[in-house]
């Protein structure tokens, strides 16, 4: 064990403070203290969850005013997390889609194989990072997905790419769409660090809202881990568009029975303050500025290490 006191953990995926100790949110510590004083139950939550997370959830990811939730086009479940909603997907799938690929940009989140394997299917890989740019290969990766065949499953980062921290243009963003509904392949979106990227909640949603805008068929795995700073909490929520209420009805009942099988029942505490923050206005506006301030200064922590691995003569 190194005794230096002055060593970093680079290898955790937590936001720290600038003691290296974790930070509990202002207003999670003021949700906390709400839900507390109500007195509330501690009975088993529906399937489904939360009803005033999954409403509060839906608004942030596809925008208060997105006209499919109006007209009850988009069925949500709260689930455990990005890996929960991402396991919830990769099952339900695997029951009806008879195309088992699923491609993943090289690099990626290393979970992505393992929960999809487990499932069942075929994990490989297209290009995304280009080492020559240390950008993004987006010829190559457009080149990938027209190659793949028709129906294929495609995991793609809504922002802040993990583990490059390469995200694509809002143009490039459109040719990946283009690319995918060519070849009439499933989308799956990990969304894990909604405001983190920009700051900014509506930006980091870009790519979500355009697909949903499409109506394209898509599964949008959101985690509250990283901007609410509820990492053992294991709050999120897998989402998809549906053409009609036809469809809502049978994809609502049958995402329900994969999640009745796979977990029972999501934890409530969780999504009890992250609804709490995101249906009170004076909360809400609050976190804004506390994603903001987390973002801003992970971006600064990076610039400043590069600096000085420039000053020391790293290349």
């Not at 995402?255 to 999501?266: E, N, Q, T």
Request: charged share 20%; net charge negative; hydrophobic share 35%.
């Amino acid at each position: 064990k190194d005794p230096d006191t002055s060593k970093i953990n680079v290898g955790i995926g937590a936001y720290r403070d600038d003691n290296g100790k974790p930070w509990v949110l202002p207003t999670v510590k003021e949700a906390q203290r709400r839900i507390v004083e109500k007195n509330l139950d501690m009975e088993y939550a529906p399937i489904e969850g939360l009803d005033s997370f999954n409403k509060a959830a839906m608004k942030l990811l596809y925008g208060e005013h997105n006209p499919l939730l109006e007209q009850k086009r988009i069925v949500c479940l709260q689930s455990l997390s990005g890996t929960g909603s991402l396991s919830v997907a990769a099952h339900f799938l695997a029951q009806y889609v008879k195309n088992k690929n699923v491609y993943v940009s090289k690099p990626t989140w290393s979970n992505h194989y393992g929960i999809f394997q487990t499932a069942g299917f075929t994990v490989s890989e297209y290009r995304y990072w280009d080492p020559n740019t240390n950008g993004l290969n987006y010829d190559g990766m457009i080149q990938d997905i027209q190659s793949f065949q028709e129906n294929s499953i495609i995991i793609l980062h809504a922002c802040a790419h993990n583990p490059t921290g390469v995200d694509p243009t809002k143009e490039q963003w459109q040719g990946i769409l283009q690319a995918i509904q060519k070849g009439n392949h499933i989308a799956i979106i990990d969304c894990a660090y909604q405001g983190f990227a920009s700051g900014d909640p509506d930006h980091d949603a870009y790519a979500v809202r355009l697909f949903a805008e499409h109506h394209h068929p898509v599964f949008v795995c959101h985690s509250f881990a990283k901007n609410f700073g509820l990492y053992g909490q294991r709050v999120g929520s897998i989402s998809t568009i549906c053409k009609d209420h036809d469809e809502y009805a049978r994809l609502d009942s049958q995402l329900k029975i994969v999640a009745r099988r796979l977990y029972s029942s999501p934890p409530l505490h969780g999504a009890r303050i992250v609804a709490e923050i995101l249906n009170d206005p004076t909360l809400y506006e609050q976190w804004l500025q506390e994603v903001s301030t987390m973002a801003n200064r992970i971006r600064s922590v990076r610039q400043a290490l590069h600096d000085e691995l420039k000053n020391l003569g790293s290349e």
